[in-house]
């Protein structure tokens, strides 16, 4: 398994070799190798604000030099006007990490933004909202960061962390009751301790989940409210139930009012619009 903070390392190199190639050529031909300067991130848009910790490591990879006053912090309640933060140092480098700092704090925010959206419509419920997979390819530690920071769960950062027993897993392995008995013999052979959740599509396969017992949660695929409340008096606390499927904004109270432990929601992160920030020269 992998840490989080490696993963961050490489794609900010990654981003870095992406945007910069064999030079800045703009910034090389008209900025003097000695030129010291500041800018500030300005936050143009209501919002959740989230990656000034990632922020800080993208300026200190680039350069030790460079110097942050930080004056928000992640999680913080941001408005149109306000600074998060101030860097002071080369022109050069200010310049060079600019845009890859813009790129990831826009988009965490954004997801932070939403997420934090969602977590209010929950308020009194004790339900949660969890993010999913469908993440931009190479970017899901900092947009699961970025629901955390929202007031989010992450549901799994991959596929390592957890056994979830898709529809097509079952279909695969012939029924909910194989895939829940092969999950277990996987799990018993290669001594691992994973939790293990499972799909149901109906009432039918909600009965066989629940008659093998082996589910730590039970996902409800695309239920209706009135069969989400209906499933959830079935399985009476037997185990974690979370929803999923098409929930918004406008629907997800009623869904957690069913009394669902989670809901997961793939808008927090595949669909997202980014906070509107700048960085500017002081």
Known sequence: MYKVNELEEKLIDLAFAEDIGDGD????????EDAEGAQKLLVKEEGILAGVEVAKRIFRRFDLGLQVEQLLNDGDHVKPGDIAFI??????????TERLMLNVMQRMSGIATVT????????????????????????RVLEKEAVRIGGGMNHRIGLFDMILLKDNHVDFAGGIKAALDRSH?????K?????IEIEVRNFDELQQALDHGGADRI??????????????????????VESS??????????????????ISVGALTHSVKSLDLSFKAL
């Open 116 to 139: 934090a959206r969602y977590m209010k419509e929950l308020e009194g419920t004790g339900c949660k909202v969890l993010d999913t997979r469908k993440t931009t390819p190479g970017m």
């Open 185 to 189: 013999a996987y799990l018993k052979e």
């Open 245 to 262: 499927g098409g929930i918004t904004l406008a629907t997800i109270r009623q869904y957690a009012l069913c009394g669902v432990d989670f």
């Open 25 to 32: 050529h703009t910034t090389l031909c008209c900025i003097p």
């Open 191 to 195: 001594g691992m301790n994973l939790k």
């Open 219 to 240: 996902m409800l695929d695309n239920f209706s409210v009135a069969d989400t409340r209906k499933a959830v008096e079935i399985i009476n606390h037997r185990c974690e």
């Open 87 to 96: 860097v002071r140092g080369s022109v050069r480098s200010l310049l060079q």
